[in-house]
């Protein structure tokens, strides 16, 4: 069980941005009786905060979602790095968390994530020693990492070899397959299932399922994806059939794990082969935990025209900043920049503005637009002829493209209802 | 004087990436002796160090850099936002620190600094109750910030007015000017003398100096950036006289401020005017601190050309990563990505190869590139006709450009000596 310290930690002091200035440090579960309100100017901006129902939301819809379709949720830590947030996936039923390193599976298990996919390649002997270190320390759990190479496996078995009797137990492993021009993963049949037979010869390892991830190549035009996620995931089955026919996998329920955020809905089917060995297929979604206002939400448009009811997923996060100059007409500048909100995908996107004195927010007006960032500011652009300017000492909240680069500028978050009053809040561990 | 908790932090637990996944948090007292070696393996990777020499000597000749010219150094903390190096820098002999707002001043008066420079409009009631929490606090700071508009200054005196009698000393404020097309700052010399009027006229404010910042407009190219320095701050020095004419500023001694870290040479001679008041010239230049191996390297190369003796900057800092794939001829995947090295002007720049099982690094061989990051991945790619290729296990020396977008990236870095040694650490507070 996590520690409650870790689930419940003290959050402020100094640096903390967004934490009220004169607030001595808190534990979580003490900050909703401090009855802050984010409009009303108890806490310095920029803050981020995660809107509580659209949260619960996304938690809920998700899980039905997998439950649908009859697979299991090991959806991606590396988005929030939040213990917190790791628990609320776990309490709505998620199988697991996937990690992209051990230094991140290791805030998992301390949060009571049981199942850690390492969705990555592992073989320094400092992180081989801390997977057996945390197996012990963590009875239960399983920590399954990626393998893709024969050079990596040699490592791996180097560093079992070296181990003291009584050696430890095999590591799990998944075969990683990739894409040509891709990322990691085997790009031919033959060399995959020549690593799956040195898998299976080794003492060092066990192999225990099949990964791939799709998303880099996700395009958001349903005909294209659909051929990718057919072409990709028809040659991991029959891969996977291969090892069965010469029993190279070391497990009596295979995992078969795949997915991204944007195309998940076209991956699930395929995580539920027809094998011999019963298999447990893992989805690996993360960002749909917070959604966007950007990229995610493009994906989720064509998502739409492909499910029946609708995805149900609503952009949760947004970045509060304040209007601090308005020096030319048609600009205003910000206070937050490339330190407070993401940018690797696009610039942030105005989503609602409440004017100073004002404590209810109204949509940001069509037209405004970010159209650059600096380390602490965002320049906030609207055309000439619009009816609504921004003015010194307004708020505006920050839509963001991309969960993953905005949860890791901050160390904790204000969690928010409708009202934004601050009900709850998480902290991150990146 | 700060605690000495706040400069010697606990490092260490859970999360706390490229830190010996073992080890109990330590002290930073304690780090150097554990003896730990970056390149025998006993950090996890990725990991940011600092090399200890190359920083000693960027405070040294700064520092003496600006001694020679007369001037005064507040380099912008919110570069690292370490209190360890806020002390360093304040031990080399910075007159003060410059930071982004009132959190990270708060780190700065908590690490030592006393004189701090808020090189940004502040107009909130939070944080100006704040600053007057602060300045209680810290007995004998000053903590300065920028105004540059009418609508900035009612705010402020409005929150001054609401106080309760005896109302808290006026807050010191410089005035920004600044450029059409640019960021903050006032843009014509009219609007300039209207705010600086209203600043002497009213009670919740004293004028002690102007500033501006040059540096969104360094091209390198030095006749053109010597004509825009000359530009602004022959404004910058007329405007300081019609107030001194017109007896606005509230001072013994003025402060005039600019200077990022481009090309501060051609700034520093500004920062000096024939004014009736005594004048210290406060450089803000940050990046100095660690230097870069991108754009601060290129525009350093102009600095050069200008300087008799050169500049004595060095890259100090580094993200050290491991090749964990190279699945495809010309690429090899790294175990660093957007969570861990800047990637917001350039890529990240390969800088030293480290051969598994090695101890000594080389420097990377010319032509490794590195194309693409994604959250934790970096593209590192070599033309195929390369002698020298890396293989998995091996280790990479990733030099950033823009130090800025690496530390926020941090909570804690390595200090090492040239043989990677981790001889100290530092943490930072974003």
Redesign the interface.
């Known amino acids: 069980m996590p520690t409650s310290d870790?689930l419940n930690p003290l959050i402020g002091g100094?640096?903390?941005?967004?934490?009220?200035?004169?607030a001595p440090p808190l534990r979580r579960d003490a900050i909703a009786a401090q009855r802050w309100n984010v409009l009303r100017?108890?806490?310095?901006?920029p803050l981020a905060v995660i809107r509580r129902d659209a949260l619960a939301d996304n938690l809920r819809w998700m899980q039905q979602f997998v439950r649908d379709h009859g697979v299991d949720l090991a959806p991606h830590g590396?988005t929030t790095?939040s213990p917190q947030l790791f628990s609320a996936q776990l309490d709505a039923g998620a199988w697991g968390i996937s990690f992209?390193?051990?230094?991140?599976a290791?805030?998992g298990l301390?949060s009571g994530v049981r199942h850690c996919l390492i969705a990555?390649?592992v073989?320094?002997?400092?992180?081989l020693?801390?997977i057996v270190?945390l197996r012990q320390r963590h009875a239960g759990s399983r920590i399954v990492f990626l393998v893709?190479?024969l050079?990596?496996l040699a490592?791996v078995e180097a560093w079992h070899s070296a181990q003291a009797e009584p050696r430890p137990q095999a590591v799990e492993v998944l075969l990683e397959i990739?894409l040509?021009?891709?990322?990691?993963?085997?790009?031919s049949d033959s060399q995959a299932m020549s690593l799956a037979r040195r898998l299976r010869a080794g003492a060092a390892t066990r192999l225990v399922g099949i990964e791939c991830y799709e998303g880099?190549w996700a395009t958001g035009r349903s005909a294209e994806d659909r051929a990718l996620v057919q072409g990709l995931m028809q040659r991991v089955t029959e891969l996977a059939r291969c090892c069965e026919r010469e029993q190279l996998f070391e497990a009596d329920e295979l995992l078969f794990s795949a997915g991204g955020s944007s195309i998940f809905d076209l991956v699930v089917p395929w995580l539920k082969p027809a094998l011999s060995h019963p298999v447990r297929g893992v989805l690996r979604s993360g960002c749909y935990i917070t959604h966007d206002h950007g990229s995610y939400r493009r994906y989720m448009a064509s998502m739409n025209s492909r499910l029946a009811c609708g995805h149900g997923l609503h952009a949760a996060l947004e970045v509060w900043a304040?209007v601090?100059?308005?020096?030319?007409p048609g600009l205003a500048?910000l206070?937050a920049g490339?330190?407070d909100v993401s940018?690797?995908l696009e610039m942030p996107i105005p989503a609602r503005w409440c004017a100073?004195g004002e404590a209810v927010p109204v949509p940001a007006p069509a037209g405004w637009k970010v159209s650059a960032m600096?380390?602490?500011?965002a320049?906030l652009r609207w055309p000439l002829e619009a009816a609504a300017a921004p003015?010194?000492?307004d708020r505006v909240a920050l839509g963001i493209s991309h969960p993953?680069?905005t949860f890791?500028?901050w160390?904790w978050m204000a969690v928010v209802d409708e009202a934004y009053d601050v009900v709850d809040a998480i902290v991150t561990?990146?």
């Not at 941005?17 to 004169?22: A, D, E, I, L, Q």
């Not at 040509?180 to 790009?187: A, E, I, N, V």
């Not at 601090?324 to 030319?328: M, Y």
């Open positions: 870790f100094p640096g903390t941005k967004g934490f009220p200035h004169h100017g108890d806490l310095p901006l590396k790095m992209a390193n051990v230094t991140q290791r805030v301390e990555n390649q073989m320094a002997p400092t992180d020693d801390a270190a893709d190479s050079v990596q490592l990739g040509d021009g891709g990322r990691t993963g085997c790009r880099l304040m601090q100059s308005c020096p030319e500048l206070t490339k330190r940018y690797d100073l600096n380390d602490q500011h320049y003015r010194v000492g993953c680069t890791d500028k160390r561990c990146f």
